[in-house]
């Protein structure tokens, strides 16, 4: 199979990706904001796009690693907050990027109870999946700390706080779980730190 064939499939699967996030978030703004939902999506695919081309692990992942996370980050969200099924998402894209979908999906329910019993049932859920897919989660929590507090000052120090905690727990992971040697474990530790980075910069903006 020609390196030109499968850049032309690459392109065309990423373009079918935008095509049904953008139609299954038609109408749905940002929180607060008149910003068309689906720039949330592309947002994250940019994010960990450029998190894993980075000049210092520059040719670590390959082209297809990095097009199937940037297909998940797309689609992250379409189960979650719209009428999507996972066999939806599997029949169009295939069961790998329905995998990844799945694990970027909150599990709780308003049934669940409480804000903080339904964050805990989620946070969870993200802490069991394989670590691209964890990444894929922290490059989601950097796009929404960008302007969380430009969007809903109100709601902010809850979320930054929620968010702390995810961070805490993949450090942990980061510590204790994984194989140093691993390239997944490096940009997983570069993801957190980027992410915490980012919410202490938010935290101060908050404090002033």
Not at 37 to 65: G, Q
Not at 105 to 123: A, C, M
Not at 172 to 181: E, G, L
């Amino acid at each position: 199979m020609s390196n030109e064939y499968l850049d032309w499939q690459m392109e065309s699967e990423f373009e079918e990706a935008y095509q049904f996030a953008d139609l299954k978030h038609n109408g749905q703004k940002r929180k607060k904001s008149d910003i068309p939902y689906i720039c949330h999506p592309i947002a994250v695919s940019d994010i960990l796009c450029n998190w894993m081309v980075r000049e210092d692990n520059y040719n670590e992942f390959s082209d297809l690693e990095i097009h199937h996370l940037r297909l998940v980050a797309l689609l992250h969200d379409t189960v979650e907050d719209t009428d999507t099924t996972f066999e939806e998402i599997e029949e169009k894209f295939g069961e790998n990027v329905k995998n990844g979908v799945y694990w970027l999906t909150d599990q709780s329910k308003p049934s669940d109870g409480k804000r903080i019993i339904r964050k805990l049932i989620d946070l969870h859920h993200i802490l069991q999946a394989p670590i691209q897919y964890i990444i894929v989660k922290l490059a989601d929590v950097y796009n929404n700390c960008i302007d969380i507090i430009d969007t809903d000052i109100l709601f902010a120090p809850k979320y930054l706080k929620e968010k702390q905690q995810l961070i805490s727990c993949v450090k942990q992971k980061i510590d204790n779980d994984y194989d140093k040697n691993d390239k997944w474990w490096r940009l997983l530790k570069y993801a957190n730190e980027t992410c915490n980075q980012m919410m202490i910069e938010q935290s101060k903006r908050l404090e002033k």
